[in-house]
């Protein structure tokens, strides 16, 4: 989505309209492209240098420690943080701020010695309260820090005095084998931080991240489940619903990428691409037709493919109200991402909590390898803000399925592994996955569906 606007007090729809950008902690500027012109600018290089000079010296780490960290964790254009607060914006609900949400966090992940870098006002009562030391980079027209870290690379290589870029320099010089912990590795940071390695005279930097494979291709949610099309020619004569769950997943890009096979609900992929609305709209409805005639369900959420943390979820849809279909995707289709239409669920719900708290867990992985136990996702509708740690004995003394636990686990055991695998070596992210979180929902659907992780 590209933002036009007054400077820092106003953001314009797709549709024309004009809103008042107020009460967020950055402003609306958002670059949107390959950034190519950067990558030449600051680097000399093209983007397919960029990429084979990030998967030679940013290295994901994979063993825990105590080296020193830089902290640059942002929200990212991958996950259309900003598309979610304007898309909040428009609809009159509250904005999640995300970008200045996920800056303020960022600081609980340092440690005394570490250098954290932001702008926002909540991030820096956040180092002052932690004793953080910390970078100002004072840039707050720019929604997202790592374009934001861009222009200020900009700047100080064409020798402006006033970029604070030259304390990052200098502690990244004398802190050789530090860690940069980042939100994920997208074009904007690949390309800063071969600039940094640049100035610093470093060969390699160490990345608390997935590798650039991983980060780009694999950060969306449009592997789960297969396009419309792949879906309809399938023959599911004499299949049970379980049977025919598991081959629909076969077709998706998960399965065929990488041999990722998982539990799923049942859901389909509406591909965005450049399709004209009604192109996409009219998919929509066949992706509706199917979940309706193979499931029996009545129900489903329209979820964006790339964006995070809740952003744009529209639902539940009524499936038996095509006008209304047409309508929710339609408006969908202004956003410029594939959309998943994926079944809903009504979720269990924790017994004996002080307020009601579904069961929504998620896996998670951490220096590349599986992190023991689940944690239960806080949500506020569908926003997350949070997790909390539950194991088997809690788990347990719950009052939940521990057969449900033990899928879940094992599900993570089996993604790990599929980004271990030939296929994925042919798929450039071959031990790509170092950091991520998997989420699961415990309820039930409807229809021919049993109660379900999926």
Same mark, same amino acid.
């Given at each position: ?80 943080? !900003?598309?979610? $607060?304007?898309?909040? +914006?428009? =609809?009159?609900?509250?904005?999640? %701020?995300?970008?200045?949400?996920? /800056?303020? &966090? ?120 297969? !396009?419309?099309? $792949?879906?309809?020619? +399938?023959? =599911?004569?004499?299949?049970?619903? %379980?049977?025919?769950?598991?081959? /629909?997943? &076969? ?127 806080? +949500? ?75």
């Amino acid at each position: 989505m590209e933002s036009t606007m007054k400077p820092s007090t106003t953001v314009r729809l797709p549709d024309g309209t004009e809103l008042p950008w107020e009460g967020f902690g950055t402003g609306p500027l958002v670059y949107d492209g390959d950034f190519a012109d950067h990558s030449e600018r600051l680097l000399g290089l093209s983007l397919s240098e960029v990429i084979e000079q990030t998967s030679r010296r940013l290295l994901p780490y994979r063993a825990g420690g105590d080296a020193p960290a830089l902290i640059l964790h942002s929200a990212s254009r991958t996950t259309r943080g !900003f598309d979610g $607060d304007v898309n909040d +914006l428009a =609809v009159g609900r509250i904005p999640y %701020d995300c970008s200045t949400y996920l /800056e303020a &966090r960022a600081v609980f992940l340092a440690r005394p010695g570490d250098l954290a870098v932001g702008r926002t006002a909540p991030w820096k009562e956040s180092v002052r309260v932690f004793g953080i030391d910390s970078v100002d980079l004072e840039d707050l027209e720019h929604y997202y820090l790592y374009q934001a870290l861009l222009v200020a690379a900009g700047r100080h290589t064409e020798g402006a005095t006033d970029v604070p870029l030259a304390r990052i320099i200098d502690w990244v010089r004398a802190h050789p084998d530090a860690i940069v912990r980042m939100y994920t590795l997208d074009r904007e940071m690949q390309i800063f931080l071969l600039w940094l390695l640049r100035r610093t005279g470093l060969e390699s930097l160490r990345i608390d991240a997935n590798n650039h494979v991983v980060s780009i291709d694999w950060n969306r949610k449009r592997h789960i489940h297969p !396009f419309v099309e $792949d879906a309809e020619s +399938l023959s =599911v004569t004499g299949m049970t619903p %379980d049977e025919l769950l598991a081959a /629909e997943q &076969r077709l998706g890009e998960g399965y065929r990428r990488v041999g990722m096979a998982i539990p799923v609900l049942p859901g389909y992929t509406v591909a965005r691409t450049d399709a004209p609305a009604e192109r996409f709209v009219e998919e929509a409805v066949r992706a509706a037709t199917l979940l309706r005639r193979r499931y029996g369900l009545t129900q489903a959420f329209l979820k964006p493919s790339e964006s995070g943390s809740g952003a744009c979820i529209v639902g539940p849809i009524d499936l038996q109200d095509i006008a209304l279909v047409r309508t929710a995707v339609a408006d969908a289709h202004r956003y410029g991402d594939d959309y998943l239409l994926e079944a809903a669920v009504d979720y269990v719900t924790v017994p004996g909590a002080r307020t009601q708290c579904p069961v929504a867990p998620s896996g998670h992985i951490r220096n590349g390898a599986i992190a023991p136990g689940l944690t239960l996702q806080i +949500l506020d509708r569908f926003s997350w803000e949070g997790n909390a740690y539950i194991d088997r004995p809690e788990w347990e003394r719950c009052g939940l399925a521990v057969d449900l636990y033990d899928d879940m686990l094992r599900a993570m055991h089996d993604i790990h592994a599929a980004f271990l695998s030939e296929a994925s070596t042919v798929d450039g992210s071959h031990g790509g996955l170092v950091t991520g979180g998997v989420d699961f929902a415990v309820g039930r659907v409807g229809g021919v569906c049993s109660a379900t992780a999926s």
